[in-house]
């Protein structure tokens, strides 16, 4: 059985949206992942046993995203050693700042890598997780540096009109 290295977790399926960049950026790279709705309000203890068990079960990096009182990728760090990158998702209310706000200032003690408000924050948790693995993983680490040049190979050198 392949074994889960990585676990998405988010609020609400209405996150799903944008933690999918995430996931897609692990199907292209080959890195399996499970992912998860967990919410820190709605489901608590789901959230309590998750991080609870997160090291045991060998997850090495959590991927958290939540929108508004974005709370889950703090308090789900509050419960594993396992590094969590968070993901503030975009809201409509207040665009995603809430979201930022409620998950970039951890206290010292139980940080929360975290990433840009959206998609492009949500792809790169998946890219900061790949790096993660890939310092363990030599095939993985080649599958990212292949990704990294062919962004940097898609980007022209002159802008043209539309
Ligand atoms: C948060 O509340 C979730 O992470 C989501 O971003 C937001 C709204 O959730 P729904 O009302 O769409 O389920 O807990």
Redesign the pocket.
């Known amino acids: 059985m392949t074994e889960i290295k990585v676990g998405i977790i988010?609020?609400?399926?209405?996150?799903w949206p944008t933690m999918k960049e995430a996931a897609t950026i692990l199907d292209d790279l080959g890195v399996p992942y499970e992912a998860k709705i967990v919410?820190?309000?709605?489901t608590p203890d789901r959230l309590w046993e998750y991080g609870k068990k997160a090291a045991e079960r060998g997850l090495q990096v959590i991927i958290a995203?939540?929108?508004?009182?974005?709370h889950?990728p703090g308090m789900v760090a509050s419960k594993t050693r396992v590094p969590v990158v968070g993901v503030p998702?975009q809201?409509r209310a207040l665009s995603g700042v809430d979201?930022l706000y409620s998950i970039v200032q951890m206290p010292k003690g139980f940080p929360v890598a975290t990433m840009a408000i959206g998609a492009a924050g949500a792809a790169n948790a998946g890219l900061m997780a790949a790096g993660i693995l890939a310092l363990q993983d030599k095939d993985l680490a080649q599958r990212l540096d292949a990704w990294r040049e062919a962004l940097s190979a898609s980007i022209p050198e002159e802008p043209i009109d539309d």
């Open positions: 988010m609020g609400s399926q209405s996150d919410s820190a309000h709605r995203g939540a929108g508004g009182a974005a889950l998702v809201t979201s």
